[in-house]
């Protein structure tokens, strides 16, 4: 699994890339300089928890993606089973292009087979 | 397009008539419009002029961030490539600072400026315009989102310029301006007294000093200082002297242009329009429901949702250290969330999941343009 993150981080502005458990259970990790693991994981597994909690009130289903664009920077979140692939971006890049390599490396994560329930 | 409306005074008049329009509705379309028609009629300067203050007055303005990228890279392409070629040749301290400090001021690319200041920095860990950069331009993103991470770069950074140069004033005026706004009374202090060294004459500096006499700092640990300004706020006292010593860091004094909440009411309609447009709705600073719509169910247990979600997802970002929240599409099964901050407002679409996001996109500008008001 760490070798699909290590190739989804070499697209362009890809910062780092995470495999997190909603319960923030850290399955794989591939970060840039200047992000740390136990940070990321806090952050994404508490973004997750709160979206579905929320989603779930209106009767809707847990999320399968969400784009977050900031000031400063992007982060992906992408449900691949019973754990998210995070991906955090650069502010600049072209989101179309990165999310089609981003969907892609979700799906051979979800391929693998080795985090279902 | 008339016969003769290439010779000269025919397109001054219609400029003419274009900045008049721009006087009397200074709006992100009537700017945009002015901008290119100036470069189109060689009016360069102009047109740099017009889209500098378009962006300072409407920030958050798809249109206007469109026109200015494409006007400040054409107006700045030589000097860009030049700087880069030298960087790539014969890399210098200064040629890192000139470059990043284009991207700053012209380009209103904060996040290149940035990259470029720190590359630099590793490269020339000991420069003074480096340092003093960086922190300048972590000053910038502190007054805008006020989180501790950028305020405490940007004194780590200006204390470095200050050591490369004790007679900094930028440096020692920035730090100056920091350390009281978070309410460090003594640190402030010694700026100002190391500025009225140098700069005897300095009155702002001189009045400041006076006022902070005696006060005592509201904490020792600037860590906490900055963290207690990120969840509460600014304290009012501490805003209010900051003030007595500003510091000239935007490139212009316009306020940015905000929502305005009756034409954000009346427009949110206008999303019906977008196909497979479940609810649109907009809500202000605090929460509350500007104008919305919703194509069935309860729009009060929607908006607590949405709100809900940015919150959270304005939390995440500030967390992660990537500015505020800006823009998000949520995706669930059966639907798609579209959210975009602009103007201190958020609007927010709901639609189906075979809606394509270029739509609601296209959508959402064209609903920003038309609702920001100067």
Known sequence: MNEILSELNQEVGVKGSMVVTQDGIVVATELGPGLSADVVAAVASGAIQSINQNLNKLGQPNLSKFVLEAGFGKIVFIDIGIAYLVVILDQRINMDVTLIAISAAAYRIRQMGQIRA | ?374
């Open chain 2, 1 to 374: 397009m008339g016969w003769f409306s290439w010779l000269p005074w025919n397109k001054r008049r219609d400029l003419e008539k274009l900045e008049a329009e721009a006087r009397r509705n200074t709006s992100p379309a009537t700017l945009s419009t002015l901008a290119e028609k100036y470069y189109q009629s060689g009016e360069y300067n102009n047109a740099v002029e017009c889209v500098r203050r378009a962006v300072e007055r409407f920030p958050d303005s798809p249109k206007v961030k469109e026109i200015h990228a494409q006007i400040m890279r054409l107006h700045n392409q030589q000097t860009l490539a030049k700087l880069q070629k030298e960087i790539e040749t014969r890399p210098k301290a200064e040629t890192y600072a000139r470059l990043a400090d284009l991207y700053y001021r012209d380009m209103n690319d904060l996040n290149r400026a940035l990259e470029l200041a720190n590359e630099g920095l590793e490269k020339f860990p000991e420069s003074e315009d480096l340092h003093l950069l960086t922190g300048l331009i972590r000053f910038v993103r502190y007054q805008a989102d006020r989180l501790s991470q950028d305020g405490l770069k940007c004194i780590e950074h200006l204390e470095s310029a200050s050591r490369a140069n004790p007679m900094n004033y930028k440096a020692c005026a920035m730090l100056a301006r920091m350390f009281t706004e978070v309410g460090a009374f003594d640190r402030a202090g010694t700026q100002l007294n190391n500025i009225l060294r140098f700069a005897p004459d300095d009155e702002k500096a001189r009045r400041l000093v006076d006022k902070l006499q005696g006060k005592e700092p509201l904490g020792t640990d600037i860590e906490e200082l900055f963290k207690n300004v990120q969840l509460g706020g600014t304290n009012e006292e501490c805003r209010d002297l900051a003030n007595i010593f500003p510091i000239e860091y935007n490139k212009g004094q316009a306020a940015p242009a905000r929502l305005d909440p009756q034409l954000a009411a009346s427009h949110v309609a206008d999303f019906k329009r977008v196909e497979g447009a479940k609810a649109a709705m907009v809500m202000d600073e605090s929460g509350k429901v500007v104008g919305s719509f919703a194509a069935s169910g309860s729009s009060a247990e929607l908006a607590e949702m949405i709100w809900n979600i940015y919150t959270g997802s304005e939390d995440s970002a500030r967390r992660m250290d990537i500015g505020s929240f800006k823009r998000g599409i949520l995706e669930a099964p059966g639907m798609r969330l579209h959210m975009v901050e602009a103007g201190g407002h958020l609007i927010a679409v709901v639609t189906t999941k075979t809606t394509r996001d270029e739509v609601v996109r296209t959508a959402l500008n064209s609903y920003i343009d038309t609702v920001l008001k100067a």
